[in-house]
C-alpha cells in the first residue's frame, strides 16, 4: 500500500526542479568539518528554525541573516524539507 | 494540496519505504529525453553537468583544458600568500562520476541544426545547449592595450599564466616602485575584485616593499562594498594605496606598453608595474552561436536561461547578462544547477518553475581580514532581480572578529565550492 502511493506520488510529482533557492545552499554548505556548516544530518525543522531565526535577527550571523530574508516562511520550509531529504 | 504538503509526505514516505539516497536522483529526470552538450567546464558548465548527469541524463562536456586555473583567490597568488596550484583544479573526478568529455573545443553552434562543430574535426548534435563560455578581454577598447601588452602589463583577470606573470612583476618592483591599476567600468568579471586586488597589493607593498606606492585607476565612481574595502584601505594602507575614480579623472584613456605610462584625460602616469584590466565581453564562441548582443554578453530568460536570441541554447556564468547578479563563481554555479533543473524539466515537457537564486562573494582586505556581499535573486519583469529587504555587504561597524570569520568563511566557501564543481 505505502509503496503503491510512493510511486503514484513520484509519477504525479511535477517539476524536476529542486524549491526555489535550495540548490544555491551547497554553494557554501558542504562535508562536514569545516568552518561553515554542514548541513548533513539536520532535520528539516532543525533547518526551518534555524532560517527562521536568521531571518528575525534572533540568530547573530554574518550572511545568513541577510539571505534568510530573500525567503518566505513557505520557501524557507520548502528549502529545509529538500535539503533534509538529501538534496543537493 | 500544497505543493510543500506534497513534497513533506512524499519526504516522509521516502523515509520510511527506501534508503534515503535511492530516491531522488532517479526520478530527477523522470520523462527526460535528449541530448545535452555542455560547452566550457568552469563552474558553470562544470556543475550543470554534474547535475544532468546525476539526474541520469546523456551529457557531453565540451572543455579543452585539462586543468582549470579558478579566479577566486587568485589574488592572493598574486600578493605572494598562497602558491598558484591552490588554484588548480582537473575533470579526471567528473570523468570517473560518468561525465563523457570532449577534450577540444567548440568551434561553431549551428543552433538551427542544434549542432556543435569541434575543432577536432567531430560535430555534436543536442537537444538543449548549455553555454557557459566565460569571457573574452578586450584588446579592441583601450588603445595601446592588446594581447601583447597584456605580457607586459598583465590583466590576470584570466587566471593562470597571466596570474603568475603579476605576482613575478610584484616580487621583482624596485623599493619605491609604483604600481598602477586600471579597473573598467561595468560590467564585467568578478565586480569586487579589482579591489580585493588593490588591497592585497598594499599589503604586499607595506609588508614587503614600504617605500612603494598604489595606484588605482577607476573608470567609475562607485562600486561593490566600496565603503568596507575604504574604510580598510584609510585603516590599513593610508599613504601606500591612492584611488582615482572617475570623478577624479581616474578613467585611463590609454596605454603604452613601451613606456610603461598609463594615461587618463588629466595625467600620464609613469609605472614600474602596470596591471590592466580591459573591458570584457563573453567569451567569442557566444557571438559565433548568435547569442551574444550588440553589448557583448548574452541575454537570457531568468526562468530557464536559455538565450532570447537563439532557442534550445542556455547561457550561464559570466557570460549571461543575468540582471542584478554579478559575475561571479558562487553565482555561476548557482545557475548551472537551477539551469541543469530547467533543462530536464524542459526535455521532459514540463514547465520550469521560477526559480530563487542565491550569490555570496567573499573578499579579502588583508590577511584574516575578510568581508562580503550577499543577494538573493528572482525572475521580475523578465529579468533576474534583487530580492527587496534581503542581501546586502557586512556590515560597516562590525569588529575585527566579525571580520576574521569573514575570513575563515571565505576560505571555507573555496574548498566547499571547488570540492563540489571539481572534487
Redesign the interface.
Known amino acids: 500500500m ?2 503503491s ?2 510511486l503514484v ?3 504525479t ?9 535550495a ?9 562536514p568539518g ?3 556548516p554542514s548541513l548533513a544530518g539536520h532535520s ?1 525543522d532543525d533547518i526551518a528554525a534555524s532560517l527562521a531565526a536568521f531571518r528575525s535577527g534572533a540568530r547573530p550571523a ?2 545568513m541573516n ?6 518566505s516562511d ?2 524557507s ?2 528549502i529545509a ?2 535539503i ?5 | 494540496m500544497t505543493r510543500l504538503g506534497r513534497r513533506a509526505v512524499l519526504a516522509g514516505l521516502a523515509a520510511a519505504a527506501l534508503p534515503r539516497p535511492a530516491l531522488p536522483r532517479p526520478a530527477l529526470a523522470q520523462g527526460a529525453r535528449g541530448r545535452v552538450v555542455v560547452v566550457g567546464g568552469g563552474f558553470g558548465g562544470a556543475t550543470a553537468a554534474r547535475v544532468l548527469h546525476r539526474a541520469g541524463l546523456a551529457v557531453t562536456l565540451v572543455e579543452p583544458a585539462e586543468t582549470y586555473w579558478a579566479c577566486p583567490f587568485s589574488n592572493e597568488v598574486i600578493a605572494g600568500l598562497r602558491p598558484m596550484s591552490a588554484q588548480a583544479f582537473g575533470y579526471d573526478a567528473l570523468r570517473a562520476s560518468g561525465v563523457t568529455l570532449a577534450r577540444t573545443s567548440a568551434e561553431a553552434i549551428d543552433g538551427a541544426a542544434r549542432r556543435v562543430r569541434l575543432a577536432d574535426g567531430t560535430a555534436l548534435d543536442y537537444d538543449r545547449l548549455i553555454l557557459s563560455p566565460g569571457i573574452a578581454l578586450r584588446f579592441d577598447a583601450l588603445p595601446g592595450y592588446d594581447a601583447a601588452a597584456a605580457e607586459v602589463m598583465p590583466h590576470a583577470w584570466k587566471a593562470g599564466a597571466q596570474t603568475e606573470l603579476l605576482a613575478r612583476q610584484l616580487a621583482a618592483l624596485p623599493e619605491g616602485g609604483t604600481v598602477v591599476l586600471s579597473v573598467p567600468g561595468n560590467p564585467y568579471r568578478c565586480p569586487p575584485g579589482p579591489y580585493e586586488r588593490a588591497s592585497l597589493i598594499a599589503h604586499y607593498l607595506k609588508t614587503r616593499k614600504p617605500r612603494a606606492k598604489l595606484i588605482v585607476l577607476d573608470a567609475k565612481d562607485t562600486f561593490s562594498k566600496q565603503k568596507l574595502f575604504q574604510q580598510a584601505w584609510a585603516a590599513l594602507y593610508p599613504g601606500i594605496l591612492d584611488y582615482v575614480p572617475l570623478a577624479a579623472g581616474g578613467q585611463v584613456t590609454s596605454v603604452d606598453a613601451t613606456a610603461m605610462t598609463v594615461a587618463t584625460d588629466f595625467e600620464t602616469y609613469k609605472a614600474d608595474l602596470a596591471c590592466i584590466i580591459p573591458p570584457q565581453r563573453a567569451a567569442p564562441i557566444a557571438s559565433a552561436a548568435g547569442v551574444a548582443d550588440r553589448s557583448g554578453w548574452c541575454p537570457i530568460d531568468p526562468v530557464t536561461f536559455e538565450s532570447r536570441l537563439v532557442p534550445g541554447i542556455h547561457v550561464v556564468g559570466d557570460a549571461a547578462i543575468a540582471g542584478a547578479m554579478p559575475k561571479s563563481a558562487f553565482a555561476a554555479n548557482a545557475q548551472g544547477k537551477v539551469c541543469a533543473e530547467a533543462v530536464i524539466d524542459l526535455l521532459a515537457g514540463r514547465a520550469p518553475e521560477a526559480p530563487k537564486l542565491i550569490n555570496t562573494c567573499y573578499s579579502l582586505v588583508a590577511p584574516g581580514y575578510g568581508i562580503s556581499v550577499a543577494g538573493v535573486y528572482h525572475p521580475a519583469n523578465g529579468v533576474l532581480a534583487d530580492v527587496e529587504g534581503a542581501g546586502g555587504t557586512s556590515p560597516v561597524d562590525a569588529p575585527e572578529t566579525v571580520r576574521r570569520q569573514e575570513a575563515v568563511y571565505a576560505e571555507d566557501w573555496y574548498r566547499t565550492i571547488t570540492a563540489a564543481v571539481f572534487g
Open positions: 505505502r509503496a502511493l510512493l506520488l513520484l509519477a510529482t511535477p517539476a524536476a526542479a529542486s524549491p526555489p533557492g540548490s544555491s545552499c551547497s554553494g557554501c554548505h558542504g562535508a569545516g568552518a561553515v528539516a554574518t550572511v541577510r539571505i534568510a530574508k530573500g525567503f513557505d520557501e520550509q520548502a524539507a529538500w533534509a531529504g538529501g538534496g543537493q
